[in-house]
């Protein structure tokens, strides 16, 4: 019972930090559909998140305007402090997500444009990869 209370703070940090970032980089910004999508099945054990906001890259760019591709924008968002809306001091969020899955039992599939974040179920690696589909916003899979 301790492990799946565990688990289930976990969960909250992991999809709070994720919804957040829908909003706080976006508002505003919308290109045409506002908001988050949020759906769950529990009893198959993964939570989705999807925005059709501006994207890792587009956000970035805004204090990196040297980043090439979105694999990049998605290797600087998960592993190094930096925030999009600067001068805020903001940028922890996404390096708390991967520390918190790839040290557990929650899996994680994170795409933005045309770069895609996998970090698997059981403890392991984040796998940074550039995709064929280009894809708006942010679509996440989370896995527990």
Do not use: C
């Not at 805004?62 to 925030?83: C, G, H």
């Not at 045309?114 to 996440?140: C, F, Q, W």
């Amino acid at each position: 019972v301790n492990g799946q209370r565990s688990v289930v703070s976990l969960l909250g940090l992991v999809v709070g930090e994720i919804g957040d970032n829908s909003f706080a980089h976006n508002v505003g910004n919308w290109p045409d559909v506002p908001g988050v999508f949020f759906a769950y099945a529990i009893d198959k054990r993964f939570i989705v998140l999807a925005d059709r906001g501006r994207g890792v890259l587009t956000t970035l760019r805004q204090v990196r305007p040297n980043l090439a591709d979105d694999s990049e924008a998605l290797r600087v968002a998960f592993t190094e402090i930096v925030s999009g809306r600067d001068p805020e001091k903001r940028g922890n969020g996404l390096k708390v997500v991967r520390r918190v899955t790839e040290s557990g039992e929650i899996g994680l599939f994170f795409r933005s444009g045309l770069g895609k974040v996998e970090i698997p179920t059981a403890p392991g690696t984040m796998h940074i990869s550039a995709t064929d589909e280009n894809i708006r916003g942010v679509y996440t899979v989370i896995t527990f």
